[in-house]
C-alpha cells in the first residue's frame, strides 16, 4: 500500500475484531438501528494519486482545516484498517488511465470502494462520474441536464461502466436508511501538467472536423473540479450534479483556440481513418467509441451545482489555453504565414522542376555499354 497524507497525524490503528475494526463494528450496529452517530470528521479519498486527489484534499482543509483527510494513492486495498469515516469520496473510478493500465473495470473498482464505505461504516459517499455518461449525440439538449436519460456510446465501454457504477451507487445509499450519495458529474477536466491520456484524446479530436462544423465543447479546470468535491463533502450533497464552467465554446472558437487548419473536402470515411490514425501514432491509442464525443455536443448545465453555492473560477478558454500547447502557428502573424505560405509554394515548385529535370535526363541520357 502506497503512503497515506491525512493533513494531520496519523491515528493508532484501531483493535480488529473478525477482521473488522471494533470501534466500526460499534458504529454499524448503531446505524443498524437507527441510532444517530455524530460525525467523525474523517474522509476518505479512494483513488488520490492523480491529479486530482491532492487538489480535493487541499480543497477540503480550506474549507474546514479540522477536517481529518486520509489520501490513498491506491483504490481500497486495507482501507479496513483505517477506521471508521463519515464520507467516503470515490476518484478512482473515472481515473480512465488508471483503470486502463491495471485492466479495471470502473464498475468493479466502484463496487469494491462501496463495500469499502461499508466496512468503514460511512453515511455518506461522494462519486466522481463523468459526463460522458449522457452520450454524444445530435438529439442531445443544449445543455444537458441532471434529468436527462443516459445513454452512453455504446462501443465506448468506459462510459458504460461508469453509467454502471452510478446504479450501485443508488443501490448503496437505498440499502439503509441516513445513507446520502453525491454523483457528480464533470465535463473533460484539464489543467497544465494533469492531463490525462483521455482528455488529451478528446481535445486532439475536438474542432478539428474536415469540411463540416464542430460541437460546442466544455473544458473544466482540475481545481474547479476539486472544489466541487469538497463542496459535496462538507455540505453533505445529495443526488447527481453536473459539473462544468459557464457555458460553452463554439466549435469554430475551438478551432481558432486549436490553431486554424486548412479544410479538405474528404469522405467520412477516409476523414475518420484519417483521425484514428492521427491519433494513434501522435497522441496513443484511442478507447473505441470515443470519437463519437468529438462529432456530437454533449454539453452540460451546472445550473443545480450553482444553487448549490458552487461556482467556477476559471472559464472555458482559459482552461483549454492553459492546458494545451498552442502550435507554432498561431503565434506567427497574418502576413507572416502568408510570406511562409509563399516561400514553401516555390520550394515546392522548386523541387518539382528538379525532379523532372533529372527524370528527363536520365530518361533521354545515352546508355553506356
Known amino acids: 500500500m502506497g503512503p ?7 491515528a493508532p490503528r484501531p483493535t480488529l475484531v473478525d477482521g473488522r475494526p471494533a470501534a466500526a463494528r460499534a458504529f454499524l450496529a448503531a446505524a443498524t438501528h437507527d441510532v444517530m452517530v455524530p460525525a467523525m470528521g474523517t474522509v476518505v479519498l479512494t483513488g488520490g494519486a492523480g491529479a486530482l486527489g491532492e487538489r480535493v484534499r487541499r480543497s ?16 481500497v486495498d486495507e482501507l ?84 454502471s457504477a452510478e446504479e450501485l451507487v443508488e443501490q448503496w445509499r437505498l440499502a439503509r436508511r441516513g445513507r446520502a ?57 445529495d443526488g447527481v450534479y453536473n459539473v462544468a464552467p459557464d457555458g460553452w465554446v463554439a466549435g469554430d472558437r475551438v478551432r481558432a483556440l486549436s490553431g486554424e487548419r486548412p479544410r479538405f473536402p474528404l469522405p467520412e470515411r477516409f476523414a475518420e481513418l484519417l483521425a484514428r490514425l492521427r491519433w494513434r501514432f501522435q497522441r496513443g491509442p484511442i478507447p473505441p467509441g470515443l470519437r463519437s464525443y468529438t462529432l456530437e455536443p454533449w454539453v452540460v448545465s451546472n445550473g443545480r451545482l450553482r444553487a448549490a453555492g458552487w461556482a467556477p473560477t476559471v472559464t472555458n478558454e482559459q482552461t ?34 528538379i525532379s523532372t529535370v533529372a527524370v528527363v535526363r536520365r530518361r533521354f541520357s545515352p546508355r553506356r555499354g
Open 4 to 10: 497515506i497524507d491525512r493533513g494531520s497525524e496519523l
Open 60 to 75: 477540503l482543509l480550506d474549507r474546514d482545516p479540522t477536517l481529518e483527510v486520509v489520501l490513498l494513492d491506491t483504490d
Open 80 to 163: 479496513d484498517q483505517y477506521g471508521p469515516a463519515e464520507v467516503v469520496v470515490d476518484l478512482g473510478s473515472s481515473d480512465h488511465d488508471s483503470r486502463a493500465a491495471r485492466r479495471e473495470s470502473a464498475t468493479a473498482v466502484a463496487a469494491a470502494t462501496l463495500d469499502a464505505a461499508d466496512e468503514l461504516c460511512a453515511r455518506h459517499v461522494v462519486f466522481v462520474s463523468s459526463a460522458m455518461v449522457y452520450g454524444a449525440h445530435r438529439n442531445n439538449p443544449i445543455p444537458i441536464t441532471e434529468d436527462a436519460a443516459l445513454r452512453p456510446d455504446v462501443e465506448f465501454v468506459f462510459a458504460r461502466q461508469l453509467g
Open 181 to 237: 450519495t453525491c454523483v457528480l458529474r464533470p465535463a473533460v477536466a484539464l489543467a497544465w501538467g494533469g492531463n490525462s491520456r483521455l482528455a488529451a484524446a478528446l481535445v486532439s479530436g475536438l474542432g478539428r472536423r474536415f469540411a463540416e462544423d464542430d460541437p460546442p465543447s466544455q473544458f473544466l479546470h482540475l481545481d474547479d473540479l476539486a472544489t466541487a468535491v469538497a463542496l459535496a463533502v462538507t455540505d453533505r450533497l
Open 320 to 353: 483549454y489555453v492553459e492546458s494545451t500547447e498552442a502550435p507554432w502557428w498561431t503565434t506567427v502573424s497574418p502576413k507572416r504565414r502568408q510570406e511562409l505560405a509563399l516561400g514553401a509554394g516555390v520550394v515546392m515548385l522548386l523541387v518539382a522542376a
